[in-house]
């Protein structure tokens, strides 16, 4: 059934082409079945509209997200209520390869993730519906990328804050160049890093490098909290 709507959807559907495949790899492996659908081949019959056929594979999730990823690929009209289905599908995908540890699955979820919510259709999802889906999953790179689309400076500040990385405090430097308005808030942050750096000095555990490392990390993130007075100064705040 899956493989026969994909071909309605691309154009390549024919009673004579299905009819010469085995039923019992039709049933065995819906992969291959979506293969035999490509919209590689020949125009057969004219396209139609995917929203037609998916109300039939609601109770079958798997099956449905890869009815709409085949179709996506091959450039067929999906509304953006199943764009927003798409999403949340992929991402629920990705939570459960990242449960059992499937990380190639994870890895190629994670790309179909980004490239909804970057492709020249992402923005008919909704910049505010997609980054409900992305919280809900707790997919925080997608959470990053619409908060930086939304322009959502608070939001963006504090997630760069938990992550405590030289490149978020990178972003979070870049952000003062564009915003002066922010640096109170941003070295805010960065005392608070250094804080709790120090704690975790002073709690520190018997492993030298561990103990090395921590002073490294103390020293980059005094480093950056110079670097935010002299903007300051430079810039009058």
Partial sequence: T???VVSLCLGTFSPKKFAEMSSVAILSDAKKLLEHASGDGEQECDRYPVHLFASAFMENAKMLRLIL????????TLTPSLRRTLLELTLAEWNQAKRTGDTEAEKLLRKEAITALTDSHSREIGDYDALVIVQLAGFEEGELLLYERLQMGPMLLSRYAKEGTEKARRQMLAMCHGDPEILADVLGHFVSMVSEALKNEKDGGDSGSDEESDDDETDDILIDIQEVLSLARRQAV
């Fill in 2 to 4: 899956a493989g026969i």
């Fill in 69 to 76: 990823s085949h179709c996506n690929r091959h450039k067929c």
